[in-house]
Structure formats: C-alpha cells, structure tokens
C-alpha cells in the first residue's frame, strides 16, 4: 500500500503535468516586424589534449569553408571560455572557445547544415563534442 507522501506526490504529478505540457505547446507570437525564427547556438572548443589546437587561423578557414558556405546571410562569432567534464579522463577542462550564433528561418535543410558543421569541426579538430544549442526567436532586422 502507498504511503500518503507517494498518494500525493502521484496527485501533484498528475495534476500539474498537463498544464505544463500545455505550455510547451503554445506558439510563439512575435509582434511585427518580429518573426519567428531559429537561433543556434554553436561552441566550439579550442583545445586538443592540454593544449590550444585550433588556431585563430584555423578557426577562421573552417568558418571561411564550413559555416559561411551554409550560413550565407551572417553570423556572429564570440571569443568565449568555456568548461567542461571529461568523461575520458574524469577532469573538468578549461578552455577558449569560440561562440557561433546563426539565425535563419527553419527548415530541414538548415537544420541538417547545423549537424554537418558540428560534426565536420569534431573530425577535423579531434573533438569529443560541440555543443548544439536551438531555440525558437522572434527576430527582425
């Protein structure tokens, strides 16, 4: 038999899941000329092993071939640092990185860019991740 603690815990649960879900749900409403569209989020780390293994130059090559090619119509980049767990080695790694945020309207196509650029930046520069970061924005220009 459940204990009153679980029989409630179950009655919150139920209840508030709904109405949380039901948030989710609701489109994003911008107000004009705002429109909606999707923010990505890259970062990039610049480090391989203990030691900064991107250059600025290389860093600028791979934007120059890789994310300006997809990205035609602009990006920002952001010198950032950053840190990380290192599930390999059981460390927390600092290191310079280099924030990629790109706005464009969504569709598969660019979505699947965003997978290629992050996964061509992992095998070129041996890096176990880049984080992936998508949301919804409203935006005008």
């Known amino acids: ?56 130059a290389e860093f600028s090559t791979f934007v120059a071939r890789e994310i300006s090619p997809r990205f035609p119509d602009g990006l920002t980049i952001v010198d950032a640092r950053g840190q990380w767990r290192d599930a390999e080695r059981g460390v927390v790694v600092h290191e310079p990185s280099k924030l990629v945020l790109l706005t464009f309207r969504d569709d598969i196509e660019r979505r699947a860019s965003i997978t290629a650029i992050t ?23």
């Open 119 to 141: 996964e061509t930046y992992k095998r070129q520069f041996k890096q176990q991740s880049v984080l992936m970061s998508l949301r919804t924005s409203c935006v005008a220009f």
């Open 1 to 56: 038999m459940r204990s009153v603690a679980q029989r409630l815990l179950a009655l919150l649960v139920a209840v508030t899941a709904p109405v949380l879900s039901a948030c989710t749900m609701l489109p994003q409403v911008c107000v004009p000329p705002a429109e909606n569209m999707v923010t990505a989020e890259l970062t990039f780390g610049r480090k391989v092993g203990d030691r900064v293994g991107v250059s600025e």
